[in-house]
């Protein structure tokens, strides 16, 4: 009886990514003239004809679109394995438009989160979200874009 040992291959991080890269972007740009070599030299079709056109972009954008979905995949699950989500969370909670507005603006604003229903009710906003600014309710029902809290503000 024999018995063979297996070795794994143990590569650095950075010279693995750079290897995929590499590979990736060589099989992106080697895509258009290998699916027009296979459309009109390999199966003999002619080039300008609809059949002819319709087999090049097929064998085209196939191999297009899982070298999309891979490359995005990858990327996703490379900066997910660094940034957990808790942290994503903690770093977006309470960074709407509004007080992104105000920082970026450099304006001193006092920004209130009011929850009290009775409060937000004698304010006169039926429905929230809703914005006031200088007490006067500009917003209600929905939530605001960068460029309407800019104008409200007086930001350009």
């Not at 027009?36 to 300008?48: C, K, R």
């Not at 957990?84 to 304006?107: E, K």
Request: charged share 15%; no cysteine; glycine share 10%.
């Amino acid at each position: 009886m024999t018995a063979f040992a297996a070795r794994r291959l143990a590569l650095p991080l950075p010279l693995l990514v750079g290897f995929a890269a590499v590979g990736w972007l060589v099989a992106w740009f080697v895509n258009l003239p290998a699916a027009n070599w296979i459309a009109f030299e390999l199966i003999g079709l002619e080039p300008g004809t609809h059949v002819g056109e319709a087999v090049a972009f097929f064998v085209y954008d196939v191999p297009k679109v899982l070298l999309l979905l891979t490359g995005v995949i990858w990327l996703v699950s490379f900066i997910r394995s660094f940034v957990s989500p808790d942290r994503v969370r903690q770093a977006l909670a309470g960074r709407g438009a509004v007080p992104g507005t105000v920082a970026a603006a450099g304006i001193a604003a006092e920004i209130r989160h009011v929850v009290d229903y009775p409060d937000i009710v004698a304010r006169g906003v039926m429905s929230t979200p809703g914005l006031a600014i200088d007490g006067r309710v500009v917003l209600a029902g929905r939530v605001p874009t960068l460029e309407q809290v800019a104008a409200w503000l007086g930001v350009s």
